[in-house]
T-cell receptor, first 117, second 114 residues
Framework: AQSVTQLGSHVSVSEGALVLLRCNYS??????LFWYVQYPNQGLQLLLK??????LVKGINGFEAEFKKSETSFHLTKPSAHMSDAAEYFC???????????????FGTGTRLQVTL | DAGVIQSPRHEVTEMGQEVTLRCKPI?????LFWYRQTMMRGLELLIY????????DSGMPEDRFSAKMPNASFSTLKIQPSEPRDSAVYFC????????????FGPGTRLLVL
């Protein structure tokens, strides 16, 4: 079974400061990992995903995440926060699909990012 | 390209009424997922389809919930009868082909049951 733990339901940073959102996973198979962002009153949008290629994954809007197998982590970072980054961020892990079918995603509980002036 | 389309975007109904939520996946996507999002329980997968066939409905909360996918371009999630605890945002997502592909989410339907 797969699971994801997001540490910190709320994170507040100043504009221009480093953003670090934490995600730890548990998976019985080599994981595929995802970060999604949800802006108010919108659906989830993919930021980036890890699919067992490069361990450092670059996504949209200047975000990146590093897969660390030894730490079972997939933390999301951005060097300099913008006001427009204020949103809720979800980490997710994909299970191993049965032959010919899609995989399920298991989501973390989300981290709400607040960016202050 | 059009993304996943959901309707209605907002629904207010009274307890006991039937509610039908609709979803049009991205053209060419073979898999469709229904999720529910609440403050208390976060994002929960209710059911998903592959090539219009339900694969896993273990997340459907009870018999009051049902989902269908009559063709590749349309799915419904029905609640009958509705209860106040069903109030949530319901998302539909689709993904291409099979395997561990990215899921693309619709804007959601915000349901309030009074």
């Amino acid at each position: 079974a797969q699971s994801v733990t997001q540490l910190g339901s709320h994170v507040s940073v100043s504009e221009g400061a480093l953003v670090l959102l934490r995600c730890n996973y548990s998976s019985s198979v080599p994981p595929y990992l995802f970060w999604y962002v949800q802006y108010p009153n919108q659906g989830l949008q993919l930021l980036l995903k890890y699919t067992s290629a490069a361990t450092l994954v670059k996504g949209i809007n200047g975000f990146e995440a590093e897969f660390k197998k030894s730490e079972t982590s997939f933390h999301l970072t951005k060097p300099s926060a913008h006001m427009s980054d204020a949103a809720e961020y979800f980490c997710a892990v994909s299970d191993q699909s049965a032959t010919g079918t899609a995989s399920k995603l298991t989501f973390g509980t989300g981290t709400r990012l607040q960016v202050t002036l | 390209d059009a993304g996943v389309i959901q309707s209605p975007r907002h629904e207010v109904t009274e307890m006991g009424q039937e509610v039908t939520l609709r979803c049009k996946p991205i053209s060419g996507h073979n898999s469709l997922f229904w999720y529910r999002q609440t403050m208390m329980r976060g994002l929960e997968l209710l059911i998903y389809f592959n090539n219009n066939v339900p694969i896993d409905d273990s997340g459907m909360p009870e018999d009051r919930f049902s989902a269908k996918m009559p063709n590749a371009s349309f799915s419904t999630l029905k609640i009958q009868p509705s209860e106040p605890r069903d109030s949530a945002v319901y998302f539909c997502a689709s993904s291409p082909h099979r395997g561990r592909e990215t899921q693309y989410f619709g804007p959601g339907t915000r349901l309030l049951v009074l």
